[in-house]
């Protein structure tokens, strides 16, 4: 990153840092120097019946002045309410082609890693699909990516959250920086190019340590120097429902999670992981199986 693109971030107050229109239009204008800039964004879906149209309809006035937004892939993983009824009556309005649905096996971590495969664009952002996360906020992550050359973007979250919420985050981001070299590991919220993305999240973890996981990888990999985790975002309440993972047990399975994959940098070995330890802490909950994946 330049100097000068340093102070320029540095310089940014608030009121541009979250102004929707400044950001698609910022980055309109340095995406159009490049046509081959696609970005696909892949939302791993579980039970959003309630979230699903607000969401589509903030994607879809992204789409109308942003058009390097190519697609939006909604993955269900052990989905049991009406989600799919509802984005597949969305995604048949006009102007709306541009929405997908898939499906896969196990949670969050399968959801992640089928969407980023079967995404389009050469760009791809990761995002939550419980409607903390706005779309208008999608350019400003990929800027780092598209005008200056990073490999992976990481939000910061700024904003809401409770009071439970903000001690164990900030817990495990000292954590996770000490131990693993990287500190904004959870967010919802992420973005890379594809193929980075492809090398680093891994195949076959498919529970709620993905983020975790994957973060580990991109150090590993060779891939720190190329992050960016210089982008400020807004998190905001749940749009509806509750969340599907109770903050205290999983935040025991990642931190199980990190000692082992500490371990494994030492050692060449990971600690055995219970399996009834890991379901506890690592599934969502309610989660059930469904048909093999489209």
Same mark, same amino acid.
């Not at 879906?45 to 909604?74: D, H, R, V, W």
């Not at 193929?195 to 975790?212: H, K, N, S, Y």
């Given at each position: 990153?330049?100097?000068?693109?340093?102070?320029?971030?540095?310089?940014?107050?608030?009121?541009?840092i979250f102004s929707?229109?400044?950001?698609?239009?910022?980055?309109?204008?340095?995406?159009?120097?490049?046509?081959?800039?696609?970005?696909?964004?892949?939302?791993?879906?579980?039970?959003?019946?309630?979230?699903?149209?607000?969401?589509?309809?903030?994607?879809?006035?992204?789409?109308?002045?942003?058009?390097?937004?190519? $697609?939006?892939?909604?993955? @269900?993983?052990? =989905?049991?309410? !009406?989600? *799919?009824? /509802?984005?597949e009556d969305i995604?048949?309005?006009?102007?709306?082609?541009?929405?997908?649905?898939?499906?896969?096996?196990?949670?969050?971590?399968?959801?992640?890693?089928?969407?980023?495969?079967?995404?389009?664009?050469?760009?791809?952002?990761?995002?939550?699909?419980?409607?903390?996360?706005?779309?208008?906020?999608?350019?400003?992550?990929?800027?780092?990516?598209?005008?200056?050359?990073?490999?992976?973007?990481?939000?910061?979250?700024?904003?809401?959250?409770?009071?439970?919420?903000?001690?164990?985050? $900030?817990?495990?981001?000292? @954590?996770?920086? =000490?131990?693993? !070299?990287? *500190?904004? /590991?959870?967010?919802?919220?992420?973005?890379?190019?594809?193929?980075?993305?492809?090398?680093?999240?891994?195949?076959?973890?498919?529970?709620?340590?993905?983020?975790?996981?994957?973060?580990?990888?991109?150090?590993?990999?060779?891939?720190?120097?190329?992050?960016?985790?210089?982008?400020?975002?807004?998190?905001?309440?749940?749009?509806?429902?509750?969340?599907?993972?109770?903050?205290?047990?999983?935040?025991?399975?990642?931190?199980?999670?990190?000692?082992?994959l500490t371990m494994?940098?030492?050692?060449?070995?990971?600690?055995?992981?219970?399996?009834?330890?890991?379901?506890?802490?690592?599934?969502?909950?309610?989660?059930?199986?469904?048909?093999?994946?489209?």
């Amino acid at each position: 990153m330049t100097a000068e693109a340093s102070v320029e971030r540095k310089q940014l107050t608030e009121a541009q840092i979250f102004s929707p229109q400044k950001n698609v239009a910022h980055l309109s204008a340095f995406c159009h120097t490049d046509q081959a800039c696609e970005i696909s964004v892949v939302l791993p879906t579980m039970n959003e019946e309630q979230n699903a149209e607000e969401l589509c309809q903030k994607l879809y006035g992204l789409s109308q002045s942003y058009p390097q937004l190519t $697609e939006a892939i909604f993955v @269900l993983n052990n =989905t049991a309410d !009406g989600t *799919e009824k /509802v984005l597949e009556d969305i995604s048949k309005r006009p102007g709306y082609e541009f929405l997908r649905i898939t499906y896969s096996e196990g949670s969050r971590g399968s959801a992640i890693r089928r969407g980023v495969e079967l995404a389009r664009g050469n760009v791809v952002v990761v995002m939550d699909s419980d409607g903390q996360y706005d779309p208008a906020e999608i350019p400003r992550l990929v800027r780092p990516i598209v005008d200056e050359g990073y490999s992976i973007a990481i939000a910061r979250n700024h904003g809401w959250a409770n009071l439970q919420r903000r001690i164990i985050s $900030e817990t495990f981001k000292k @954590l996770t920086r =000490t131990l693993l !070299g990287v *500190e904004y /590991v959870q967010t919802g919220f992420k973005a890379g190019t594809k193929e980075a993305l492809l090398d680093t999240i891994p195949r076959d973890v498919q529970g709620l340590d993905i983020d975790v996981r994957w973060m580990n990888n991109v150090v590993v990999k060779g891939y720190g120097q190329k992050v960016s985790c210089d982008v400020e975002v807004r998190l905001h309440p749940r749009l509806h429902g509750r969340t599907t993972f109770n903050p205290l047990k999983l935040s025991l399975g990642l931190l199980y999670t990190t000692i082992s994959l500490t371990m494994q940098r030492k050692t060449g070995r990971e600690l055995p992981f219970p399996r009834v330890l890991k379901e506890l802490t690592l599934q969502p909950e309610g989660t059930h199986s469904r048909a093999p994946a489209k």
